[in-house]
């Protein structure tokens, strides 16, 4: 019975216990002078905490993060993506844990006239961001809707020049005069965002449209930069400014570690929880905004916060824990026969400790019947103080008291006889006058 509740126990523990989570994971970025590289970094530093390795994979964007959560070979598990990019493959493949932050979509462009629709730029230079990234293929989506990019028709309008270069390339030659316009998928807070906001040479275009984008591109949110919000003693913007912002999304592989879900939320929590200018504290991580279906591990953490095991525990111990409870069936299998076998088989070691003895005793008080010289007396005697002694130390329970003392008494009843043989009171001998 034992054996069958060992095999049982060893094949629930090879089919049900999950493996451990791994040691080291890789999050796919953006560029080193990006949000999503500098974040990387940040969830690397608190999942470093934890006791778990990130490594940092630097990438072109969004774009090549997907391709690369898709790619086996590639060990990327997780990546930082902005919405509205994926394709209808990959929205099957891969899951969100959640969106982080919105991604304010700046459209800077030189010129004394107020521009407030993209369409207004037909013919200009516009820098798009370079291929693979988030920038270049929102840029696109957004130019064809307008009409700006090349199709061949004859009723389209004068196509834009679309320029490819990275962001701090970009800044610069819009700086320069060498653009016309430019593109940008940013935080507030890039310092290249910062510089341009400032700068008398060029504009920001407000979306005069952003509620017919919003509805065209679902992945895009209505975002407002109040008057003020840069500079508010040179009242930079001079007005509020309507933008379209799209998110970015923590988005993993479907076969990811379940344990690993709450512990890179718990770390988002901590990295985008505060808010910012285009924010409120506590909005982002988030179900919402996200392309992605959310998985099941990640909804139950929005909804019931992270597992108590993990509130409780380091993660690798709180992980070990998780694992394990599934053992508890075929534990409580395994420990049923013991549980009926051990009451009969501590009852049984127990009156071993008293009965054993008895053959002893029994042995000895055989002895005395043909009759023995005073020498053999004694050494029975002697044989019998050493029983005696031996059980008065003996630790019986006291349920089984009345056997112990029923032991005891005959050992004094057959000491006392023997003690009577050695004066001489009673014979030994078969026949013999009493």
Same mark, same amino acid.
């Given at each position: ?5 060992? $095999? ?34 940040? #969830? $690397? ?18 774009? %090549? ?50 521009? +407030? ?37 004859? %009723? ?19 700086? %320069? +005069? ?37 509805? @065209? !591109? ?34 993993? @592989?479907?076969?990811?570690?379940? $344990? ?37 591990? $990640?909804?139950?953490? #929005?909804?019931? +916060? ?8 380091? !993660? ?30 501590? @009852? ?17 008080? @055989? ?11 004694? %050494? ?24 112990? #003392? ?17 004066? +001489? ?10």
């Amino acid at each position: 019975m034992l054996g069958s509740c060992l $095999a049982i126990f060893v094949a629930t523990y090879m089919i049900f216990v999950e493996p451990p989570p791994p040691r080291k994971i890789v999050i796919a970025s953006g560029g080193q002078n990006g949000a999503y590289f500098h974040y990387a970094q940040k #969830y $690397a530093e608190e999942m470093k905490k934890e006791g778990l390795t990130v490594e940092v994979r630097e990438t072109a964007g969004s774009v %090549e993060n997907l391709r690369l959560l898709g790619e086996d070979g590639s060990g990327v598990v997780a990546a930082i993506v902005q919405s509205g990019l994926a394709n209808p493959e990959e929205l099957e493949r891969f899951h969100s844990l959640g969106s982080l932050y919105r991604e304010p979509l700046w459209v800077f462009y030189r010129g004394d006239k107020e521009l +407030g629709r993209l369409s207004q730029l037909a013919g200009k230079r516009v820098g798009v961001g370079p291929s693979g990234s988030g920038t270049y293929a929102i840029a696109k989506q957004m130019l064809a809707a307008n009409g700006l990019i090349d199709s061949g028709s004859p %009723e389209q309008n004068s196509p834009a020049v679309l320029v490819q270069e990275d962001v701090a390339v970009a800044a610069k030659a819009l700086a %320069e +005069g060498k653009l016309d316009a430019a593109f940008f998928v940013a935080a507030f807070e890039a310092d290249y965002i910062q510089s341009l906001l400032r700068d008398a040479r060029v504009r920001l275009l407000n979306f005069d449209q952003h509620e017919a984008y919003h509805r @065209r !591109f679902r992945f895009l949110s209505p975002v407002n930069v109040p008057a003020g919000l840069v500079d508010l003693g040179r009242n930079i913007p001079g007005r509020d400014i309507a933008l379209l912002a799209p998110t970015a999304m923590l988005v993993v @592989r479907s076969d990811i570690h379940p $344990a690993l879900v709450p512990l890179l939320l718990t770390a988002a929590r901590r990295i985008h929880g505060k808010g910012d200018a285009v924010s409120d504290p506590g909005e982002f991580p988030s179900a919402s905004y996200c392309d992605f279906s959310v998985s099941e591990d $990640a909804r139950h953490f #929005y909804r019931s +916060g992270p597992p108590v095991l993990q509130r409780l525990l380091p !993660f690798w111990q709180a992980s070990l824990v998780d694992r394990a409870k599934v053992m508890l069936i075929p534990m409580i299998m395994l420990m049923m026969p013991l549980l009926r076998v051990t009451p009969p088989l501590m @009852r049984w070691r127990t009156r071993r400790k008293i009965y054993l003895w008895y053959s002893d005793l029994r042995e000895i008080d @055989r002895r005395l019947i043909p009759g023995l010289p005073g020498l053999e007396l004694n %050494e029975e005697l002697a044989r019998l103080k050493d029983i005696e002694y031996q059980v008065a130390h003996v630790d019986v329970p006291l349920s089984y008291m009345k056997e112990f #003392y029923h032991l005891r008494l005959h050992i004094a009843m057959l000491k006392q006889h023997l003690l009577d043989l050695l004066a +001489g009171k009673v014979s030994t001998e078969v026949g013999a006058d009493p």
